[in-house]
């Protein structure tokens, strides 16, 4: 299959009377998806007059109209740009007015945080559909489909242009590494559809003819109990996430005999939460590494390489994945080296929207740059070491110092600042401010946390501040952010936790 929506068709032809989404107790057959999809995509196009390549924005939870709203776009030829819900107002507004999309489509819960687009805001029961009216078939092999948020080292948000062959190449590659997403599974979809982790995963378990039961939001109770009232067969859950399912008493007494494989990824995971993951669910478990560039995974731990010294590893290259290692001039360094990261495979996006210096700047002679630095050996094993950019990921979120040190920087007392990911057991990183204060100012840690709180979104608010009599610079006045994350490192083995 080339696109989504010929995925979703062919499905649909083969089995429409298999469930393809569960979400809250009501299911939703491949026939009924395929239907809706149409109808939706088609009531679109006539509503809002849409043209092929045009964006429509969705801030919402993971629920099944969104994801139905995902699939009815690709139908219409449209990208959809899902919006990340725990963004403040401001934030909602810097990332939907940089896609300038036609409409966002918000759930109701979160119609206080659209209030500053400056487009057409519509709730989900105000969707037209046009039943009548057929497939539009506007779906193309190269179009754009999804565009994705990340922040860059600026600290400002970038669109990642996903293609449909972005996405169908990265379900045909999780189909080698992770034989559960089968025709007739069951694959809990609770990491959130603004992230690649959660709508990359979702479609790849539709495609593969799986039920995608989706979860709202992770509550660590009610997955628990998903997972065994639903006879979950597959997974994707961050590190994070695991560890709160496995603090939980419950965990030790839950049923997860029908559960075969969890993959698990976003951000790093420590050998004592993936040991007990193990020892919890007594499933195999598999490491999947990418970024949102890379369309999600590109590098995988099968579960039998879960032993010594590769429990550090990320893994191998998947199925038409090239990754190499280089030096600051893009060339090769030998096997054990430390080097960047990069990666070469038809899942690498298009480039980000609008910002053609980024994109060249990122993909360099098809080689996508990924900001990380590690070693591969011998054998194709990659080793993550550190991040050559300052991203820090709390929780499988991504977090740029740059975006909280411009807003930390407007409070009244605050001289200078900056951010920091210091390690934390239950994140991984957490974000710390180092703050100068101005002369005769005595500003209160909690209380500049305090201040953040409706500036930026919970996962990007500093959980500590530190003060100290300066920031360390060099000669162009960049931040040694190295020489500040050193005290607290200390003793770690790698750079990440």
């Known amino acids: 299959m080339r696109t989504i929506s010929q995925g979703l068709r062919w499905r649909a032809r083969r089995h429409p009377d298999l469930e393809a989404l569960w979400y809250r107790g009501q299911s939703t057959t491949y026939g009924q998806l395929d239907q809706q999809a149409s109808a939706l995509a088609a009531g679109l196009i006539r509503e809002l007059d849409l043209t092929p390549g045009d964006r429509v924005a969705v801030l919402d ?8 709203l995902m699939l009815a ?9 899902p919006v990340n819900w725990r963004l403040t107002a401001s934030e909602v507004a810097t990332v939907v007015n940089d896609a300038e999309p036609v409409a966002l489509v918000v759930d109701e819960e979160f119609r206080q945080s659209a209030d500053q687009v400056a487009c057409r805001v519509m709730g989900f029961d105000e969707l037209p559909r046009d039943a009548d009216a057929g497939d539009p078939r506007r779906d193309a092999e190269n179009s754009v ?30 189909l080698f590494e992770i034989p559960e997403l089968r025709e007739g599974g069951r694959s809990l979809v609770a990491m959130p559809l603004y992230h ?16 995608a039961v989706i979860v709202r939001e992770f509550l660590p109770q009610e997955v628990l109990k998903i997972l065994a009232e639903q006879r979950v067969d597959t997974a994707f859950l961050v590190p994070a996430a695991l560890l709160f399912l496995t603090s939980m008493p419950e965990a030790q007494t839950t049923d997860f005999s029908n559960l075969k494989n969890v ?21 195999r478990f598999t490491q999947l590494y990418g970024l949102t560039e890379t369309t999600g995974a590109a590098v995988a731990l099968t579960f039998e390489n879960h032993e010594g010294e590769r429990l550090l590893s990320a893994g191998r290259p998947m199925y038409g994945v090239d990754v190499r290692v280089v030096d600051p001039d893009d060339k090769e360094v030998p096997a054990g080296e430390i080097g960047e990261i990069v990666i070469r495979a038809p899942t690498v996006m298009q480039g980000y929207w609008r910002r053609d210096e980024d994109t060249k700047a990122t993909i360099r002679d ?13 054998d194709g094993f990659v080793y993550i070491k550190d991040r050559i950019k300052d991203m820090i990921v709390s929780g499988g979120e991504n977090v740029y110092p740059a975006e909280i040190e411009a807003v930390l920087a407007g409070h009244p007392d605050v001289a200078d600042v900056a951010v920091i990911g210091v390690p934390d057991d239950q994140w991984g990183e957490t974000v710390k401010a180092l703050v100068v204060a101005k002369d005769g100012a005595t500003p ?21 501040v530190d003060f100290v009599e300066t920031i360390p610079r060099n000669p162009s006045g ?16 790698r750079r990440v936790s």
């Open 61 to 68: 939870k993971n629920t099944a109209h969104a994801l139905e």
């Open 73 to 81: 776009l690709d139908r219409a030829g449209v990208v959809a740009v």
């Open 145 to 174: 489909t999804w565009q994705l948020y990340t922040s860059g080292t600026t600290g400002l948000p970038k669109g990642a242009m996903l293609t449909n062959l972005n996405l169908n190449t990265l379900t045909g590659s999780l």
């Open 196 to 211: 690649i982790g959660g709508c990359g995963w979702a479609l790849a378990s539709i495609l593969c003819g799986s039920t």
């Open 263 to 283: 993959a698990y990824g976003a951000s790093p995971i420590s050998p004592e939460i993936l040991k007990r993951s193990i020892d919890t669910f007594k499933c």
């Open 366 to 378: 098809g080689w996508f740059h990924s900001g990380d630095a590690g070693t591969m050996d011998a």
């Open 444 to 464: 209160d840690g909690d209380a500049i946390i305090d201040w953040a709180r409706e500036r930026l979104a919970g996962f990007k608010r500093p959980r500590s």
């Open 478 to 493: 960049k931040i040694l952010k190295r020489e500040l994350r050193e005290p607290y490192w200390a003793g770690k083995t």
